[in-house]
């Protein structure tokens, strides 16, 4: 590939992000900025779950060496998990997470974990813009990179 | 021999709007017979007819048609429309409601509403569901959800236009033969414990005020009429288009208050929710399209409900609403343009005209006695100088024993008032009744469960068009073309409403005809509709955790309103990813977890002791909880009320009656120390003074109050002529005659440190305070003097007629801007000094006494009560329910409900009917011995699991213990889950380094397919693509 066309490409980049929303709060404020018709980039695909602790590790990592650029964590804001700590729990595995992600040559930065409420979906749209751009400005994954070749 | 009970265990609800149907879906939930008697051929009232929902923006009848499609499959509901109440009598417990039942002409049991009967029907009439914007057939479906889910032949016609010709077309094209000419009128009786009316109230007709040019120039509209143009199922399909010339219009004007606040037409009353809905038309049609210019002609914005004034402000910033405070004199048509010219008198006293393209009416609502008044008339009820039906305001749903009333029959009113005042109602009727509770119902019986575990997957995907909602941005047609290449999909369809009634028999027949079994629906959020769909399944002998949602509308279309191709192609995306889940999902049988048939309520004010009175008085063992020495909370600091309450009367009454119950346990200068369990079983700590009590329950009510917010200016706390509204209110009380001297001025400044940018919210009930404080100073001294300084007075609803009361008898009302607040001057006595626009100059008012309306400020124990009972609170510091219009006591959290000022400031009749609502919303679980556990619990595969017990120690519900086992002669050491306690949070599995343990609903096995369909490389480049 002539590097003419990689500047192409990295110009013409949507990031693919993989979302996790607990049901309870980021997954209702997301649903809250649709009902307030707040406009935010369509990169982003929402998977379910029922609580931020339950975001197994490997699920994130599956998704960034199955070609995600990146991937969005949302849970309760400390202390108001409907399952007591789950959030906690999901903040402390993001801590180790984020050492192996460095391992294996990938940006922190490429993984978020943010407290959005069921009351937040302006917060939510706004996030989502934001990870939108970091991640375009990013570039694509590296490792998605090697598995496009 | 047992003594059978005296009461009869059924309830009559007149009135199949919103209100009739919460108030049968509660009574019937706790175990009585309903009767729902709805005068039109179909139940859905007229939220039904609305659009859109404020403050929220919810497809109105994507909310109300789950409601109503519960309500039409409750096993203890029978719907009888097209009748007319001839009579009730009888006694409380025990009425006989005679009931005329008008020919349908249709059998309900064999239509199947195919519409072929409307296709050669020769009559054409005005559609009175679309208010005559379009016509309809003599035979008819009022409209696409209507429940029943039929036809309907009108052989009357309406005044002007004939109806059916009995030409008898219909009867040879109907292949199920359903059609039945002589169907005569039938006299039906009800026996039935206790009587409900939620009959509503009609819009008011502007034909009566000629100023407005209603009906003279076409482009003249009511709201209720622009409702129908904004809706993608009325007469334009949503498109805005003004009806002279099917042209789009640019400028369009809305004129607030006609037919309300009006004395021509003795309506002295506020309508209460037009300000409201006026900014959502603008705010919708903006939307729709975006040229558009709104302006709003107004006299105040009674933007006085939780979240109004965010809304209002939104609306103006992001909208460009334009506001213009006037007095409209006429109303006139440029007959060659068909343009409209609004002539008004602005704030400032000048007259002015602008030309239009489209006026808009905000029309109000009419008393009940005066437009239907058959109902009020046979049924003998008191009615007020509205013509809105009287209760008491300490009682406020309570017509006389026995008969109840909910929704605007009571007061012209918005939804969630109305939907808590039919809770408020069924608890009232499960209070009389509670005998008899669970005598007259059945059990509903669905289908064996045909087990479908081991068969290859043939998935059903239904799309949903949500009218324009979706289908105005994705492609829907495409996305189906789409999911038909998908592996394991058998079968694809799309629906107009996905939710709707008839669509659910769809869903069941296809289930059935295609042998499918497993379903994705792909439409809105999962979060409200997946019950409904659920039982979709069960009633065609599917297990309901067979379904799966896609959510494309609240994550999709909604929020990608600018981008329809890159919409289109990320809802394939998502069904894809969705369908890659629905082929894994397995059958979920819930467990049954024992419910403590008793509750506890937070916070002792009048809400606390309602709500512990009504649930005590329907047989429930309740503890109240009261962090101060004794029980009335902010009821200590109301003397007197404007509308009937003898505040010491009420406080010392429900004092005694909560005290006494036996029943109930009041616990004073106590505090909810710990809680533990979840729903059914909760078990609490309550410090009290005589030591650590411990408490186990199964529904939580918190009613934990607010207070008055205390100022930091104007010289507060420094002059000790300044106070606060309570303040002069307890000075006041113990004022006479003599105390207030001819011509002692006072000035009250409404909004102080509030509707700013601080605290962004209006406490609803300080105008009528100072309208009730400036009242009781003219009547101590009418020579005294009072200013009311005001932004919008929110006076709402009755309370109308005190701001008027107040005028006449002198009171000064002088509206500022909030960029112009009041100023003190008080270097030699206080003097005021504000902006008056009208005449364009300051004015100084000299004051002997300043008053400021400082409103509520929340509990500032919220945030702490919202951690310990896992319940959000919102921005503002007041607890957020479930849904603002369809949930107002309800929390997400399952078992916990609120009430009172805590959820959002309110009047004493309002936290009343509120509290006994909850207290219903509440008995809706404690009813019942059992209930069904949590799905998606988690589980434990002991082949896999190794004892580490990391498990153990990550379950915030202690539910998993080690268990050490023989199996086979070897001990065995593995988790185990105890179903009643995993509330299913699913924290276990990602700890589980052996994935040992996987989550119903979400196992890896699922969750894991739909991150390979995502990033699959054939669906890679697709935004490049597009």
Redesign the interface.
């Known amino acids: 590939m002539s590097e003419e066309k990689k500047d192409h490409k990295k110009e013409d980049f949507e990031p693919r992000i993989v979302g996790f929303l607990c049901n309870w709060c980021s997954y209702a404020g997301a649903d809250l900025a649709g009902t307030s018709r707040i406009q935010y980039p369509p990169n982003v695909r929402i998977i379910r779950v029922m609580c931020s602790g339950s975001v197994d590790s490997m699920y994130i990592l599956r998704a960034l060496l199955e070609g995600a650029d990146g991937v969005f964590v949302g849970g309760c804001h400390p202390g108001d998990c409907h399952y007591i700590d789950g959030n906690y729990k999901a903040r402390r595995r993001m801590v180790l997470l984020e050492n192996i992600l460095g391992t294996l040559g990938l940006e922190k930065e490429r993984v978020w974990l943010r407290w959005i409420s069921a009351s937040e979906g302006q917060k939510f749209a706004d996030t989502m813009k934001e990870m939108t751009e970091s991640i375009r400005k990013l570039g694509p994954s590296p490792i998605a990179k090697h598995w496009n070749l | 021999m047992t003594k059978k009970s005296e009461t009869i265990g059924a309830i009559a609800v007149v009135g199949g709007g919103i209100t009739g149907v919460q108030a049968a879906l509660d009574l019937a939930d706790m175990g009585y017979k309903v009767y729902v008697l709805e005068k039109s051929p179909t139940i859905g009232g007229v939220m039904a007819q609305l659009d859109k929902t404020f403050p929220?923006?919810?497809c109105s009848m994507c909310i109300l048609s789950p409601k109503l499609v519960d309500c039409a499959r409750h096993q203890n509901i029978e719907i009888l429309t097209n009748v007319v109440v001839e009579g009730i009598e009888g006694n409380p417990g025990n009425f006989t409601v005679k009931v005329l039942k008008k020919p349908r002409f249709i059998d309900l049991e064999k239509c199947t509403s195919c519409g072929s009967c409307e296709a050669v029907c020769p009559v054409s009439l005005p559609n009175a569901f679309e208010y005559g914007l379009v016509k309809r057939k003599a035979i008819y479906k009022p409209f696409p959800q209507a429940i029943p889910n039929a036809y309907v032949i009108d052989k009357e016609g309406d005044g002007k236009h004939r109806g059916c010709v009995d030409c008898m077309r219909c009867v040879k094209e109907c292949k199920s033969g359903a059609i039945n000419h002589e169907q005569k009128p039938e006299h039906l009786l009800f026996h039935v414990g206790a009587v409900i009316i939620a009959a509503g109230s009609p819009p008011f007709d502007p034909v009566v005020k000629p100023e407005f040019g209603y009906k003279k120039y076409k482009n003249v509209l009511t709201s209720v009429e622009f409702e129908r143009v904004l809706s993608a199922s009325g007469p334009t399909q949503g498109k805005i288009l003004r009806p002279s010339d099917q042209k789009h219009p640019i400028k369009v004007a809305w004129v607030h208050c006609v037919g309300s606040r009006d004395a021509s037409v003795n309506h002295d009353y506020c309508s209460a929710m037009c300000c409201m809905y006026t900014a959502k038309e603008a705010v919708i049609a903006k939307?729709h399209a975006s040229d558009i210019e709104p302006t709003v002609f107004y006299i105040d914005v009674r933007s006085y409900g939780k979240d109004f004034d965010k809304y209002i402000n939104r609306a103006k910033k992001e909208q460009g609403l334009r506001y213009v405070r006037s007095r409209i004199s006429e109303i006139t048509e440029d007959p060659k343009t068909r343009d409209l010219r609004i002539k008004y008198e602005d704030d400032k006293g000048e007259f002015k005209e602008e030309t239009y393209n489209l006026v808009v009416l905000s029309v109000g609502l009419c008393g009940a006695g005066e437009r239907h008044s058959e109902l009020m008339d046979t049924l003998g009820f008191d009615v007020n100088e509205f013509n809105y039906v009287r209760t008491s305001a300490d009682d406020p749903v309570v017509i006389k024993p026995g008969i109840f009333v909910a929704g605007s029959f009571l007061e012209p009113q918005a939804i969630p008032e109305s939907v808590m005042q039919a809770s408020a109602a069924a608890a009232n009727a499960a209070a009389l009744l509670k005998d008899s509770r669970g005598t007259l119902v059945t059990e509903k019986k669905y289908p064996a469960e045909k087990d479908v575990s081991a068969q290859k997957p043939r998935i059903g995907v239904f799309l949903c068009h949500c009218g324009i909602n979706i289908g105005g941005y994705v492609d829907v047609p495409a996305v189906v073309e789409y999911v038909k290449s998908l592996e394991d999909v058998a079968f694809v369809e799309s629906n107009i409403y996905t939710c709707s009634e008839d669509t659910q028999k769809k869903i069941v027949d296809a289930i059935k005809k295609h042998d499918l079994n497993r379903i994705l629906i792909a439409a809105c959020?999962?979060?409200t509709h997946e019950p409904l769909f659920q039982k979709s399944l069960r009633d065609a002998g599917l297990n309901p955790y067979l379904l799966e949602m896609t959510?494309i509308?609240?994550?999709?279309s909604?929020?990608?309103?600018?981008?329809p191709a890159?919409?289109t192609?990320?809802a394939k995306?998502?069904i894809a990813?969705t369908v890659a889940k629905t082929r894994f999902l397995q059958p979920i049988q819930e467990a049954e977890i024992p419910v403590l048939q008793k509750a506890l309520v937070i916070g002792g004010g009048i809400a606390g002791m309602t709500a512990a009175l009504s649930l005590a008085d329907q047989g429930y063992e309740t503890v109240l909880v009261e962090k101060e020495k004794r029980l009335g909370g902010y009821l200590h600091k109301v003397y007197y009320t404007v509308d009937g309450i003898d505040i010491p009367r009420l406080l010392k009454e429900i004092t005694e009656k909560v005290s006494k119950h036996p029943l109930i346990k009041v616990h004073t200068s106590s505090q909810v120390k710990t809680l533990k369990g979840y729903v059914g079983s909760y078990e609490s700590d309550i410090q009290t003074p005589t030591g650590m009590i411990p408490f186990s329950h199964g529904v939580i009510v918190v009613t934990v109050g607010a207070d008055e917010y205390t100022p930091h200016t104007y010289h507060y706390g420094k002059d000790p002529r300044v106070l606060t509204q309570s303040e002069l209110e307890k000075v006041l009380s113990e004022s006479t005659k003599e105390d207030i001297v001819d011509g002692e001025t006072f000035v009250m400044i409404q909004c102080v440190e509030c509707r700013d940018e601080k605290r962004p919210y209006c406490s609803r009930i300080c105008c009528m305070q100072a309208v009730k404080n400036a009242l009781k100073i003219k009547e101590l001294n009418p020579r005294s003097e009072v200013f009311v300084l005001y932004r919008d007075l929110m006076t709402y609803g009755f309370k109308e007629r005190f701001y008027k009361d107040a005028r006449e008898k002198g009171v000064m009302f002088l509206q500022y801007d909030p960029e112009k607040k009041p100023e003190l001057e008080s270097k030699n006595g206080l003097v005021v000094k504000v902006h008056e626009p009208m005449l364009g100059e300051y004015l100084k008012i000299p004051a002997d006494h300043l008053i400021l309306s400082t409103g509520l400020q929340p509990n500032l124990d919220n945030p702490a009560i919202?951690?310990l009972l896992?319940v959000?609170v919102?921005?503002d510091g007041f607890f957020?329910e479930a849904h603002v219009k369809l949930r107002p006591v309800d929390f997400?959290?399952r078992g916990v409900f609120v009430a009172g000022n805590c959820h959002v400031p309110k009047f004493i009749n309002e936290s009343i009917y509120q509290a006994q609502a909850a207290a219903a919303r509440a008995a809706t679980i404690l009813c019942k011995p059992t209930l069904k556990a949590e799905p998606?619990v988690a589980f434990v595969d002991e082949d896999l699991c190794s004892g580490c017990s990391i498990c153990i120690s990550?379950c915030?519900?202690n539910a998993i213990e080690r268990v050490e086992e023989k199996k086979d002669g070897k001990t065995v050491i593995h988790a185990k889950i105890n179903e009643g306690l995993c509330?299913?949070?699913?924290?276990c599995?990602?700890?589980c380094p052996s994935s040992a343990i996987q989550?119903r609903g979400?196992k890896?096995k699922q969750?894991?397919p739909?991150?390979?369909e995502?990033?699959?490389?054939k669906l890679?480049s697709y935004?490049?693509e597009s």
């Not at chain 2, 509308?553 to 999709?556: D, K, P, S, V």
């Not at chain 2, 909604?558 to 981008?563: G, I, L, Q, S, T």
């Open positions: 929220t923006n919810d939307e959020t999962p979060r959510n509308r609240e994550q999709c909604w929020v990608h309103m600018d981008e890159k919409a192609e990320k995306q998502l990813m919202g951690k896992k959000p919102n921005d957020l997400s959290t998606n990550v915030p519900y509330q299913g949070c699913g924290t599995v990602s700890a989550q979400f890896d969750i894991l739909m991150i390979e995502m990033t699959e490389k890679v935004l490049k």
